[in-house]
Each structure stands twice: as C-alpha cells, then as structure tokens.
C-alpha cells in the first residue's frame, strides 16, 4: 500500500499527486488520514512529516519499532503509525535522524572551537578558514581525515601497540563463531605476533550455553559449551585462551528475551557478577532493551521489596510481599555461594589477579557458574 498526497493550489487546473512508496517495508503500512481538505499550510507540514517518516523508515539503524506499531486482530497482523503529522512529530523525527547522524559521524556533534583545534593539531593549514562556518571546517576535516595516511610498521613498537589497541577493541562483546578473526591479524605474520596478544586482552568474548548438556545437578566435567565455542577455543590455541581476560556467557531464556552473564577474570567477584537481561523488538531490525544488574543490587531489591503481584496480576499483601522478598533473597544468597564455589575452582586451575592464565577446562567451569547464574 502506498501513501498519496494530494495538493492542489487555487490557480492549477488539474491536482499535482505525490505517491510516497513504503517498499522498504516488511509489512503494509495503514494510510494516514486523507488531506484533501487541509489548508495550504496543513499540507506542507503533512508533506515534511511524510519526507521524514520515510526517512527515518529508509534507516536500518532507527529502530522502526518507534515509527510503527505491530498489532494482531483476529489472527490478522495489522501497522499503525504512533506518530502523527503534525509539527512536534516533525521535530521528533528531526531529533531522531539528527541522533542517527551523530552515531554515525561524531564531527557533527563537535564545536567550531573542537574541528578547529582538531585541524591545527593535525597541521592542516586551509587559506581563509577564519571566516569558514562550522560545516565548512568540518567538512575540511573530514577529507582531511580520507587522505591521512603512514606507514604502520615503521613507527616504534610502543605507538604500533597503542593503535593496535585502538584498532582491536570493540565496543560491543565480540560474539564468538567458528572462524571468528580480527581483520587487522591477518596482515602479516608480525602484526598477528604484536596484536594478537591485545585482541584477546581487551575484548569482551560472548559464549552461547548449550543447555543440551549443563544441568544444576551436574558438576562433574561435561561440555557446556557449543561446538562452535569449542572449535574457536581450539583454533586460537592456548596461547591466546590464555591472553582472554573478559567473558560473557549468553542463556536464551525465551525467543526473545537472552540473559548474559559478564564475567572479569583478573578479578572475579560472585557478589558484584554483572547480569544482562536483553528484550528483541518486534521490529525488522530486532533492537534490544537492557537491564543491567549485579547480584548485589538484585539481592538489595529484594531485601526492599514493597511491591510485587502475583501470576494473576494481583497485588499481594504486606505479608506476601515480605516472604516473595525472603525467598528472592535466599534464592540470591545460595546462587553467590554457588559462584564462589566454581570461582574458587577457577582459581585453583587458572591463577588470580594479573597471573590469570585461562584454559579451556577452566572457561568450561565459567560456564557452568554462568548457568547457575541464570537459575
């Protein structure tokens, strides 16, 4: 289904339609209302919305789940815009593609004052930059930037490992697959010596349980982890398991919701382990929602329960709410005592501190920690 605009002036003959194609879309979108009677101002304003709708729709990185609700009648999948045209609908668009753009381009965030510094400490002199505006000088910075380049390999090691380290970490978990592999280590044999040792240091690596073989019940040296896990283990070698100093494990709770415990191995600490608990949207990008909490702030939420409901969606008595806080808590104080456990196994198998060195069978007793974590 497409969206037609009509507009017509008082001078034309005939009316001018602008047809506005939601191709890019998974589902039909319902039409917004008609615009035949608005005013001339009216239909500009329904005109810009539309520009900017489609816009933001056009945008993988804009979650649609914020332009579009999904509803189903009667067995029948339905849309419905949550906006509407008008202006404070315009500007909320207007924020969310101007957001969209500083993502993906940090300069248009900057000041003058910033690129200008920015461009002086790079030595990049610009005839009548003075009197440039903003977009001007950052625009300069920006070509200035693709026409940068030096020699990796003859600056001193020192400044080799720091842009290696640069280079290398990523900003969210690196997900672990079979033949998972930094770009930059397959450089040459001696920028895969120099860097190989950073990558597995200052990334955070993801592991997938395989709840085929972890049970509560079973602590005796199972596999726990996917074949896939596995095989990358093998395929880095000993050498660079040893170097891993950040570990999520990842449980699927439901088809959309996963559950990921962070782990720090120079540092493992049962009461502050980090727990992520992340919600897919229902939209065609599958954005996330998080919460992030530690074991103590969850075994302090529930020492300070004063509000919960049942199954039912009933709110429970005072008495109720006290005993549901008690066996939360309970519940929390065995799952720490559990963790330590297997921490302390761990340790004796792998060091502490800054002489971890990690092996295989020690991630394995992680990952059974991280699956008590979970329950």
Same mark, same amino acid.
């Given at each position: 289904?497409?969206?037609?605009?009509?507009? @017509?002036?008082?001078?034309?003959?005939?009316?001018? /339609?602008?047809?506005?194609?939601?191709?890019?879309?998974?589902?039909?979108?319902?039409?917004?209302?008609?615009?035949?009677?608005?005013?001339?101002?009216?239909?500009?304003?329904?005109?810009?919305?539309?520009?900017?709708?489609?816009?933001?729709?056009?945008?993988?990185?804009?979650?649609?789940?914020?332009?579009?609700?999904?509803?189903?009648?009667?067995?029948? /999948?339905?849309? !419905?815009?949550?906006?509407?045209?008008?202006?404070?609908?315009?500007? *909320?668009?207007?924020?969310?593609?101007?957001?969209?753009?500083?993502?993906?381009?940090?300069?248009?965030?900057?000041?003058?004052?910033? =690129?200008?510094?920015?461009?002086?400490?790079?030595? =990049?002199?610009?005839?009548?930059?003075?009197?440039?505006?903003?977009? $001007?000088?950052?625009?300069?910075?920006?070509?200035?930037?693709?026409?940068?380049?030096? $020699?990796?390999?003859?600056?001193?090691?020192?400044?080799?490992?720091?842009?290696?380290?640069?280079?290398?970490?990523?900003?969210?978990?690196?997900?672990? !697959?079979?033949?998972?592999? #930094?770009?930059?280590?397959?450089?040459?044999?001696?920028?895969?010596?120099? #860097? @190989?040792? +950073?990558?597995?240091?200052?990334?955070?690596?993801?592991?997938?349980?395989? $709840?085929?073989?972890?049970?509560?019940?079973?602590?005796?040296?199972? /596999?726990?982890?996917?074949?896939?896990?596995?095989?990358?283990?093998?395929?880095?070698?000993?050498?660079?398991?040893?170097?891993?100093?950040?570990?999520?494990?990842? $449980?699927?709770?439901?088809?959309?919701?996963?559950?990921?415990?962070?782990?720090?191995?120079?540092?493992?600490?049962?009461?502050?382990?980090?727990? +992520?608990?992340?919600?897919?949207?229902?939209?065609?990008?599958?954005?996330?929602?998080?919460?992030?909490?530690?074991?103590?702030?969850?075994?302090?939420?529930?020492?300070?329960?004063?509000?919960?409901? %049942?199954?039912?969606?009933?709110?429970?008595?005072? %008495?109720?709410?006290?005993?549901?806080?008690?066996?939360?808590?309970?519940?929390?104080? *065995?799952?720490?005592?559990?963790?330590?456990? @297997?921490?302390?196994?761990?340790?004796?198998?792998?060091?502490?501190?800054?002489?971890?060195?990690p092996s295989v069978e020690g991630i394995k007793l992680l990952t059974l920690a991280a699956f008590l974590h979970c329950h």
């Amino acid at each position: 289904m497409s969206l037609t605009t009509m507009s @017509s002036g008082n001078n034309m003959s005939s009316s001018a /339609t602008r047809v506005v194609s939601y191709t890019s879309l998974s589902w039909n979108p319902s039409p917004i209302s008609s615009v035949e009677e608005l005013s001339e101002k009216g239909r500009k304003v329904r005109e810009r919305f539309e520009d900017l709708f489609l816009q933001c729709v056009d945008r993988q990185s804009i979650c649609r789940g914020k332009l579009i609700s999904i509803f189903e009648i009667f067995g029948s /999948t339905s849309t !419905r815009s949550l906006l509407r045209p008008n202006a404070q609908s315009i500007r *909320k668009l207007r924020r969310m593609m101007r957001a969209d753009d500083c993502a993906m381009n940090n300069y248009l965030a900057w000041s003058r004052r910033e =690129i200008m510094n920015a461009l002086i400490q790079r030595q =990049i002199l610009i005839p009548g930059i003075e009197s440039m505006s903003r977009t $001007h000088c950052r625009i300069a910075l920006e070509e200035a930037d693709d026409r940068r380049s030096f $020699h990796l390999m003859q600056l001193p090691k020192e400044v080799r490992l720091m842009v290696y380290e640069a280079a290398l970490s990523a900003e969210d978990v690196f997900v672990v !697959r079979g033949s998972s592999k #930094a770009a930059l280590l397959s450089v040459s044999k001696q920028v895969q010596q120099e #860097a @190989s040792e +950073i990558f597995f240091r200052v990334n955070r690596f993801e592991f997938r349980i395989n $709840h085929g073989y972890v049970s509560p019940s079973c602590l005796g040296p199972r /596999t726990q982890l996917c074949s896939v896990e596995l095989q990358w283990l093998v395929n880095i070698g000993p050498e660079n398991v040893a170097n891993i100093r950040h570990l999520s494990f990842a $449980h699927y709770d439901s088809w959309s919701t996963t559950i990921t415990t962070q782990m720090d191995l120079s540092c493992l600490d049962a009461s502050n382990c980090i727990q +992520i608990r992340r919600k897919i949207c229902k939209c065609p990008q599958a954005c996330e929602n998080r919460c992030r909490q530690s074991l103590t702030e969850k075994l302090n939420d529930a020492l300070s329960d004063t509000e919960y409901r %049942d199954e039912d969606g009933n709110q429970m008595k005072e %008495d109720g709410i006290r005993e549901h806080g008690q066996y939360r808590a309970a519940k929390l104080r *065995k799952t720490i005592a559990d963790l330590r456990t @297997s921490f302390g196994r761990f340790r004796e198998l792998c060091g502490t501190g800054k002489k971890v060195k990690p092996s295989v069978e020690g991630i394995k007793l992680l990952t059974l920690a991280a699956f008590l974590h979970c329950h």
